[in-house]
C-alpha cells in the first residue's frame, strides 16, 4: 500500500492553522525572568532536552530597553551604558557574533553513515539550525535596537518587517522627526544663540528626550584703529580676550525643556578710559519652556517609544509565527521522505513482481503453454517497473536533501555523504484528531494584542493586524495635537557677575586710589563668580510664543491621512479574520477527507490480499 502525506493533516490542523505550537518550541523563543513553568511539554522527554538545548546554544545578553516583553528570542544585544565606564556609550554596544556552523546534535545523530531522525530530533534540528529561524531571530533585537533610538527621542525607523508606522506620523521627510512645526524645537540651544540682547532672555527650547552637555572655550587679540583720543584716550585699540561657556540641556516627555548654561570672560584692553582691567565678566542662565498646546503631553512626545515597544511584541508575534511554519514545513518533509520510503519499497515489489513473471511467462512459452507475445508484455512491465523504481529511488534522494537543506545551516562534506534514514512511522488516524469546529475557530481567533495573558495563543496574524491597529492608535493621538496652534510658556533667569583690576591713580579718567593702594585694587573669577551666585545682579524673564497656522492644511492633512489609514488596517484585520476562519475550515475538511482516503486504501488491500 502506498502510504500518502495527508495523514499527517491531523498532526499539523493544531500546529498550523489553529495557531496552537508544541510547548516545546516554547523553550526556544522564550527566555523571560520569571521562575519555569511548572506544565510539562506534549513531547518525548528527548525531544524536551533537544530542545532546552537548542535555546541554550545561543548567547542570552542583556535587553537594550526596559520595556516589558512577553517573549524574547535568545539573540539579543547590550548597549553600553554610562556608569562606571563614561566612555562605554561612545563605544559599539556588544553584539552577538555571526554563527554558521551546524549545532552539535547534528552530527552526533550520525551513525554508520546514516542519519537517524526521528520527528522531536528533525524539529530539534530545525529550531537550532534552520536559516528562517534563524533570520527571524534577529528582528527581536533589531526592534530593541530601534526602541533604544526611540527613547533617545529620535523617530521611530522600523526594521522592514516591522509592525505598520504610518507617514503621517512624520513631520517631513520620513524618519527625519515626529514633531510638528508647531511642537517644540530647538531655538537658539544653550551655546548662548537664544540669548537675547533685548526683552525676554531664552536659552532656547530642545527635543525629548537624551541629555546634552558641552563646552566651549575662545581665545581673541585684535588691534583697531579708531582716528580719535576721544573714548579711549589712545589712537589705536589693544584688545586680548578669552571666553569660556558651559550648557547642559534635556527635555522631557511632557513636552518640557529645561536649558542650562553658565559662562565668563576675561579680557585686557589698552584704552585709558576703562575702570576694569583686566575685566572679568561671568554670567548663567536657566530656561524652562513648557507648550501648552502642540506638542503637548506623553502623547505627542512619546508617539515613537509607544510603537517602537509595540514592535516589540510585534517581531515577537513573527518569530513564533517562523516557528510554527519551519516546524509544519519539517513535519511535511518528514511525511514526504517517509512517504517516498514507502514509494521505494512499493516500487522494489512491483518489480520483482514483473521479473518474476517474465520468468514464468519464459518457461510456459518453452513448454507451449503460452503465446510468446506475453513474454514481450512481460518485459514492456519489467522496463516500466524499473522506471517506477528509478523515478521512486530518486525522489527518496531528492526528498533526503531537502531534508538536510531544512535541518542544517550548510550541508557539509560529513552531511552530504549520509543517508538520512526516518526512524519514526506514520502517525494513524485517530477518533480525536480533528477538534470541534467551533473550538477550532475560537483558538484561531483567539490573538490577544490588548493584553498579557493569553500571548502565545491564536494566529499571530490575527495578533499582529491588532497591533498594527494599536500603532495607528497612538499616531492618530499624536497628529491630533497638530491640528492646535503652538503656544508655548518659558520663564529664564540669568544672573550676572563682573570684577576686575579696579585701576585708580594711573591717569585723569580714573579715580583717586584710597588710603594704602597704589594703582588698583585686585579683583578676579572668584569675585566675579561671587557676585553671580549671589544673585547681585539678577535678570528675570517670562514669556510666551504663540503660532496660528492660518490655513493649518499639513496637519488637517497628516491628521486625515492617519483616520483613513486606521480605518484601512481595521478592515484588513477583519479580512485576516475572514481568512482564518476559511483556512481553519478547509484544513478540517481535509482531515475528514485525509481519513476517509486512509480508511479506503487499508480496505483495499486487505481486500486485495
Given at each position: 500500500m502506498k502510504c500518502k502525506s495527508p495523514c499527517w493533516l491531523a498532526v499539523l490542523l493544531c500546529l498550523l492553522l489553529i495557531g496552537v505550537g508544541p510547548e516545546r518550541l516554547r523553550a526556544q523563543?522564550?527566555?523571560?525572568?520569571?521562575?519555569?513553568?511548572?506544565?510539562?511539554?506534549?513531547?518525548?522527554?528527548?525531544?524536551?532536552?533537544?530542545?532546552?538545548?537548542?535555546?541554550?546554544?545561543?548567547?542570552?545578553?542583556?535587553?537594550?530597553?526596559?520595556?516589558?516583553?512577553?517573549?524574547?528570542?535568545?539573540?539579543?544585544?547590550?548597549?553600553?551604558?554610562?556608569?562606571?565606564?563614561?566612555?562605554?556609550?561612545?563605544?559599539?554596544?556588544?553584539?552577538?557574533?555571526?554563527?554558521?556552523?551546524?549545532?552539535?546534535?547534528?552530527?552526533?545523530?550520525?551513525?554508520?553513515?546514516?542519519?537517524?531522525?526521528?520527528?522531536?530530533?528533525?524539529?530539534?534540528?530545525?529550531?537550532?539550525?534552520?536559516?528562517?529561524?534563524?533570520?527571524?531571530?534577529?528582528?527581536?533585537?533589531?526592534?530593541?535596537?530601534?526602541?533604544?533610538?526611540?527613547?533617545?527621542?529620535?523617530?521611530?525607523?522600523?526594521?522592514?518587517?516591522?509592525?505598520?508606522?504610518?507617514?503621517?506620523?512624520?513631520?517631513?521627510?520620513?524618519?527625519?522627526?515626529?514633531?510638528?512645526?508647531?511642537?517644540?524645537?530647538?531655538?537658539?540651544?544653550?551655546?548662548?544663540?537664544?540669548?537675547?540682547?533685548?526683552?525676554?532672555?531664552?536659552?532656547?527650547?530642545?527635543?525629548?528626550?537624551?541629555?546634552?552637555?558641552?563646552?566651549?572655550?575662545?581665545?581673541?587679540q585684535n588691534t583697531t584703529a579708531l582716528g580719535t583720543t576721544a573714548l579711549t584716550g589712545v589712537p589705536f585699540l589693544n584688545q586680548q580676550s578669552t571666553g569660556y561657556q558651559a550648557f547642559y540641556g534635556q527635555g522631557f516627555l511632557t513636552g518640557t525643556s529645561v536649558v542650562v548654561a553658565m559662562g565668563g570672560s576675561r579680557s585686557t584692553t589698552s584704552a585709558l578710559t576703562t575702570l576694569l582691567n583686566p575685566q572679568v565678566s561671568t554670567f548663567g542662565i536657566v530656561t524652562i519652556t513648557q507648550p501648552l498646546l502642540n506638542g503637548f503631553g506623553y502623547r505627542s512626545n512619546a508617539v515613537s517609544i509607544r510603537i517602537a515597544r509595540n514592535d516589540l511584541k510585534f517581531a515577537d508575534s513573527q518569530f513564533r509565527q517562523q516557528v510554527m511554519t519551519t516546524t509544519a514545513n519539517v513535519l511535511n518533509l518528514y511525511s514526504s521522505l517517509l512517504s517516498a520510503r514507502e514509494n521505494v519499497r512499493v516500487a522494489q515489489e512491483a518489480l520483482r513482481y514483473a521479473q518474476k513473471l517474465l520468468e514464468?511467462?519464459?518457461?510456459?512459452?518453452?513448454?507451449?503453454?503460452?503465446?510468446?507475445?506475453?513474454?514481450?508484455?512481460?518485459?514492456?512491465?519489467?522496463?516500466?517497473?524499473?522506471?517506477?523504481?528509478?523515478?521512486?529511488?530518486?525522489t527518496y534522494q531528492q526528498q533526503q536533501e531537502n531534508m538536510k537543506t531544512a535541518l542544517s545551516k550548510h550541508v557539509d562534506a560529513d552531511l552530504a555523504g549520509v543517508e538520512v534514514e526516518a526512524t519514526d512511522k506514520l502517525p494513524d488516524p485517530k477518533p480525536d484528531d480533528i477538534p470541534p469546529l467551533k473550538e477550532a475557530l475560537a483558538e484561531a481567533l483567539n490573538a490577544p494584542a490588548r493584553g498579557e495573558g493569553d500571548r502565545g495563543k491564536g494566529r499571530p496574524e490575527i495578533e499582529q493586524a491588532e497591533l498594527n491597529i494599536r500603532n495607528q492608535e497612538y499616531t492618530v493621538q499624536a497628529v491630533r495635537r497638530r491640528l492646535l496652534p503652538t503656544f508655548d510658556l518659558f520663564a529664564s533667569y540669568a544672573p550676572t557677575g563682573l570684577s576686575g583690576h579696579a585701576l585708580c591713580g594711573g591717569n585723569a579718567f580714573q579715580p583717586v586710589c584710597p588710603p594704602g593702594v597704589i594703582g588698583y585694587l585686585p579683583g578676579g573669577v572668584s569675585q566675579s563668580l561671587t557676585t553671580l551666585l549671589h544673585g547681585n545682579y539678577p535678570d528675570y524673564s517670562l514669556g510666551a510664543n504663540l503660532q496660528i497656522p492660518l490655513r493649518n492644511r499639513q496637519a488637517q492633512a497628516d491628521t486625515a491621512t492617519a483616520l483613513l489609514q486606521e480605518r484601512q488596517l481595521r478592515t484588513t484585520l477583519q479580512k485576516q479574520k475572514n481568512l482564518v476562519e476559511q483556512d481553519v475550515r478547509n484544513a478540517e475538511i481535509a482531515v475528514t477527507q485525509a481519513k476517509a482516503q486512509i480508511a479506503a486504501a487499508g480496505k483495499a488491500t486487505e481486500l486485495a490480499r
Open positions: 523563543q522564550d527566555q523571560t525572568s520569571q521562575a519555569p513553568q511548572t506544565t510539562q511539554p506534549a513531547a518525548s522527554s528527548r525531544s524536551n532536552e533537544s530542545t532546552k538545548e537548542s535555546a541554550a546554544s545561543v548567547p542570552v545578553v542583556e535587553n537594550a530597553g526596559s520595556a516589558k516583553k512577553p517573549h524574547t528570542s535568545t539573540l539579543e544585544f547590550t548597549p553600553r551604558g554610562s556608569f562606571p565606564n563614561i566612555l562605554g556609550p561612545y563605544l559599539n554596544p556588544a553584539v552577538p557574533q555571526l554563527s554558521l556552523d551546524n549545532s552539535h546534535r547534528l552530527h552526533s545523530l550520525i551513525q554508520n553513515g546514516k542519519l537517524q531522525l526521528s520527528v522531536d530530533d528533525a524539529i530539534a534540528l530545525a529550531l537550532e539550525n534552520n536559516l528562517d529561524i534563524a533570520i527571524a531571530r534577529y528582528n527581536l533585537p533589531l526592534s530593541q535596537a530601534d526602541y533604544l533610538r526611540s527613547k533617545a527621542g529620535s523617530a521611530v525607523r522600523g526594521t522592514g518587517t516591522s509592525a505598520f508606522i504610518s507617514n503621517a506620523l512624520f513631520a517631513n521627510a520620513i524618519g527625519s522627526s515626529t514633531t510638528g512645526s508647531g511642537g517644540t524645537s530647538s531655538g537658539g540651544g544653550a551655546g548662548g544663540a537664544g540669548f537675547s540682547s533685548s526683552g525676554a532672555k531664552s536659552a532656547g527650547s530642545i527635543q525629548c528626550c537624551d541629555p546634552f552637555a558641552g563646552f566651549f572655550v575662545g581665545w581673541d514464468d511467462n519464459k518457461r510456459q512459452v518453452e513448454i507451449g503453454t503460452l503465446a510468446p507475445i506475453e513474454v514481450v508484455r512481460a518485459e514492456s512491465e519489467v522496463a516500466a517497473d524499473e522506471q517506477s523504481l528509478v523515478v521512486a529511488q530518486t
